[in-house]
């Protein structure tokens, strides 16, 4: 029992960790008012930005190239949620549609480059992040071996922003002037705060944060960009988003529900009763789960009261 948790935690904080970040992508953009279901083509669009970067690069540059891909998977990200940005804030669009357009452009144009760029849809990467212990902290009876033992760096780094992101949003005027901009934004600008500044803004950091998702699963437990890479995961981090009631604590909480929804489908091989069952029942369990949480406890959730609504200063 106790090497089946040592082996499920820390897997479970791997898969946690970029939908964690993707989630709170979501969260800077919904608070802002702009509701983003783009998540999973951002996500994507960061994925591969990430993989083609190092695999260009990791030759020269080492280790090096994965830290930098970090970076290039967020700016990629960034730019793309730019288009969500003008066309739901400048342009009035509706942002349901806007969003789809993003995943469905982000599927299509990212296999079409890789093709182009590398000769093959599959692009593989060597140098990515490997497991290991955190010194001090990995030798704490009970604690060390499940949380500090065999993980990834980019979950400390995840967990750090989240950390950022909850004292930037509750504890700095930026915080108040983004969550007013997606509570009643007419009231905002009587104030004088820029509303479309300030939903540009969450939506680009929305994209920046989706794309450093895609690239920490590029560099940790994937190493490979294909079309396969959309499996998802930018869905279940809206379904977190909302089972989180938009909030960074809430959304920590529903990020590791799913997250280990996820891996205990993918370690069922490990339990000989369960290796001759058939493969779909685990491989859709993680969306079963989520349909089931968001059926029981989406009822009482309540997101920012203007998401969704274009804004329009003729309106007050």
Not at 61 to 87: R, T
Not at 211 to 217: E, K, M, P, S
Not at 265 to 271: G, P, R
């Amino acid at each position: 029992m106790w090497d089946a948790l040592t082996s499920i935690i820390p897997l479970g904080i791997a898969y946690t960790a970029p939908l964690l970040i993707i989630a709170l992508g979501g969260l800077y953009s919904e608070r802002s008012g702009i509701v983003n279901i783009g998540l999973e083509g951002l996500m994507g669009m960061g994925a591969f930005a990430t993989a083609v970067f190092i695999a260009l690069t990791q030759s020269t540059l080492g280790v090096a190239s994965v830290w930098i891909g970090l970076l290039v998977g967020a700016l990629a990200g960034g730019l793309l949620s730019y288009l969500h940005a003008f066309a739901s804030v400048s342009m009035r669009a509706n942002q349901v549609i806007s969003g789809t357009a993003i995943n469905i452009l982000s599927a299509a144009l990212t296999v079409y480059l890789a093709r182009a760029i590398t000769g093959s849809g599959n692009v593989q990467i060597i140098q990515k992040f490997s497991k290991s212990d955190v010194a001090g902290l990995s030798s704490i009876p009970v604690i060390g071996p499940l949380f500090f033992s065999n993980a990834y760096i980019t979950t400390y780094i995840v967990m750090a922003i989240v950390i950022f992101s909850w004292y930037m949003l509750y504890k700095r005027p930026f915080g108040l002037r983004l969550r007013a901009c997606g509570e009643n934004p007419q009231a905002a600008d009587s104030m004088g705060i820029n509303v479309q500044k300030m939903r540009y803004i969450g939506v680009i950091i929305s994209g920046a944060l989706a794309g450093l998702g895609g690239a920490i699963v590029i560099t940790t437990y994937s190493g490979e960009f294909s079309n396969l890479t959309f499996n998802g995961l930018g869905f279940l981090a809206l379904a977190a988003l909302i089972f989180g009631k938009w909030n960074p604590w809430g959304v920590l909480g529903a990020s590791l529900f799913f997250g280990f929804a996820k891996t205990l489908a993918s370690m069922t091989l490990i339990f000989d009763n369960l290796k001759d069952m058939p493969n779909i029942l685990f491989n859709t369990f993680p969306y079963v789960v989520t349909l089931i949480a968001l059926m029981l406890f989406s009822k009482n959730a309540a997101g920012p009261k203007a998401a969704g609504e274009p804004y329009d200063p003729g309106k007050r």
